[in-house]
C-alpha cells in the first residue's frame, strides 16, 4: 500500500493519498460492513484523524462512491476491448467471462464490495442500476450465441447466465491473490462455463 | 406457515409452534443477520411475547442451531442416499450436485443462513466444521472421479469443486420457489458442472 511518511510526524502519523485512504476504506467496509462503519471507524482503520480524512473527501458516501466506481469501470472497460467485439457470440462471451474473472482477481476488494451493495443508499442504487446494465450486456450477447444456435438447446439461457455468473461472484468467497494463479482460475471458469453451455458439448454423457 | 390461532385469545396474538417459530426466525435472522437479532426482534415478527418464546427455546443461538441442524441434516442425508453410493464416482457426483440443488430449493432459507454463517459464536463454529465435513466428502468424490480418469485433465479438481458449489450456493441469491422449476434448476446445474468437468467435453471447442 503506497503510504509514504512524511519527514518529521510522529510515529504511525501515516499520510494518506486518497488511493491508500480508499483502499483502507473499502476493507473496513467489507469488514463490517458500509452502514455499520463510521468516520470513527475510518480514522482508527488508517491512523490519520477525522479532518485529515475530510481533507480528501466530503463524505463517506463519496468514499463508496469511488469504491464502487472503480470496480464498475474495470468491469465495463471489458465490454469496450477488442476480444468483446470479435467474433461469434459465444466467442465474445468466453472472452468477457475470462476477463470479468481477471477483473475479479485485479480488484477483489472493490469487485467484493461492489457484489455486497443492497440499496440502502442514493450511491448504492446507482451502483445496482449499473450492475443490471452490465447484466443486460451479458443476457445480451448469451441471448445472441443462443440464437446463432451456438448453446446447448437443453438449457435455458437466463438460467445459465444466472449460474455462470453466481459462479464467478462466488470467486470472492474464497480467492486470495497467490494462493491459484489468476491464469488457471480464469481457464478453469472458461473452461466449465464454455463446454458447460456449448452445444458441442451436449449429448456426451 | 402452520400458526393455529388458539380460540379466545386477542386477534394477532398467533400461538406458535417450534417449527412455525424457527421459519420465523431464519426469516429475521437472514435480514437483520443472526448477530443484529435481539430477542426483541424475534417477539416483534412473531407477534408473542419474549416469555412465550422461551416456552420454546432456552437461548437464540439454540433456535440458529435447530435451524442450521435442518439444513446441515437435510445436505448430510443426500450423502446416505442409494445414488451417492452406485456407480463410478462421476456418477455418484452428479447425482450428489443435483440433490444438493433440490435440498437447497426445498431448504432455501435454512441453507441460506448456513451459508452466511461466520463463526462468531459456538454454534456458528460447529455448523462450519459440519461444512467442512460435507466439503471433504465432495472432495474426495472429485479426486477418485479424476483419478478414475473421469474429469478434464486440464482442470484442477481442487479449483473446479470450489467453483461448481460457488454456483451452487449463489443459487440462494436469486433463486425463489416458483419462478424456476427446480427440476430445470437441477438439470442445468449438473449439465454445466457435468459437461464442463468431464473427460468428454475436453477439446470440442
Known sequence: MAVAKAGGRPPGRAQYDLASLLAVAVDVFIERGYDGTSMEDLARATGITKSSI????????????????????????????????????????DYLVGRVVEVLA?????????????????????????RREFDRIVRGLVAEAAGDGDLRPDVDPAIAERLVFGMINSITEWYRPGRVEVDELRRTVVAIASTGLAKAATGDR
Do not use: C, M
Open 54 to 93: 475530510y481533507h480528501h473527501i466530503d463524505s463517506k458516501e463519496q468514499l463508496l462512491r469511488l469504491a464502487l466506481d472503480r470496480s464498475l469501470g474495470a468491469l465495463f472497460a471489458v465490454t469496450e476491448e477488442d476480444g468483446a467485439h470479435t467474433g461469434r457470440a459465444i466467442e465474445r462471451l
Open 106 to 130: 485485479a480488484e477483489l476488494p472493490y469487485v467484493t464490495l461492489l457484489l455486497r451493495v443492497r440499496g440502502n443508499t442514493e450511491t448504492e442504487r446507482w451502483a445496482l442500476e449499473r
